[in-house]
């Protein structure tokens, strides 16, 4: 085999090795949208077994954690990659520490909504938590679209949106306070709604996270802890 053709032949395999290695990102990211969306609907069906099932599934996004980190060292020690695909691999790390956080987030909401259905429920059906599942859902989707596609501008906007997403819980955990404060019987019921809601908030931080390391994979800025035009600075998690 000819020097050029040996050097074709490893940079086609390099190529593939991480193209495969966004695809595995890629389908973690699609079953912690899942698990996510399935602790929502168990919180306001008010259905337990499918919150337990969602806590109990949360095994198989740290299975994928695991086994995207180890390819990541193999190609790091082997490939020995430069520059933009440098870049890449290292978002992809921490973008897989994100995800496996926001897996953690959703098995607790599974918990919590498995407490939550064994309790008087709410004429609203837990309207403003829905509401807050349902933005801080679309951030993870745009996050993972961004990361997909190598969009900056959608990751800038997701960056942008936390800030609502966390108006949006400082709303819903005064609103507690109030129910709380009005009638000290619902106090553990509402604790654990407060609890479900700053796991959603939290699931916010972390794909804003996301989204700073694809803009950071793309243009090799980071952005972290800096002022970003449209926000207030309210920070990262």
Not at 27 to 36: D, F, I, K
Not at 97 to 112: C, N, S, V
Request: aromatic residues 6%.
């Amino acid at each position: 085999m000819r020097a050029s053709d040996l050097t074709d032949h490893i940079s086609r395999r390099f190529n593939k090795d991480i193209e495969d290695l966004r695809n595995s990102v890629l389908a973690m990211g699609g079953l912690v949208e899942s698990q996510l969306s399935q602790a929502i609907a168990a919180i306001v069906s008010g259905d337990s077994e499918l919150g337990l099932q969602v806590a109990s599934d949360d095994y198989k996004v740290n299975d994928f954690e695991v086994s995207i980190d180890e390819e990541c060292s193999r190609i790091l020690a082997i490939r020995a990659p430069t520059a933009g695909d440098l870049r890449l691999i290292v978002a992809i790390i921490k973008t897989i520490t994100d995800l496996e956080r926001i897996g953690d987030e959703a098995e607790k909401i599974g918990f919590l909504a498995s407490k939550l259905a064994g309790m008087d429920r709410p004429a609203d059906s837990y309207r403003e938590l829905k509401t807050l599942g349902t933005h801080v859902a679309h951030m993870l989707r745009d996050a993972m679209n961004a990361f997909a596609r190598f969009d900056v501008e959608e990751a800038y906007d997701v960056v942008r949106e936390d800030e609502q997403v966390d108006e949006e819980y400082d709303a819903l955990t005064r609103q507690c306070i109030t129910f709380m404060m009005e009638d000290p019987r619902s106090i553990k019921r509402v604790m654990n709604v407060t609890w479900a809601a700053r796991s959603l908030e939290r699931i916010g931080d972390h794909a804003k996270n996301i989204c700073e390391y694809v803009i950071y994979m793309v243009q090799g800025r980071d952005v972290r802890h800096t002022d970003i035009p449209g926000t207030t600075g309210r920070g990262t998690e």
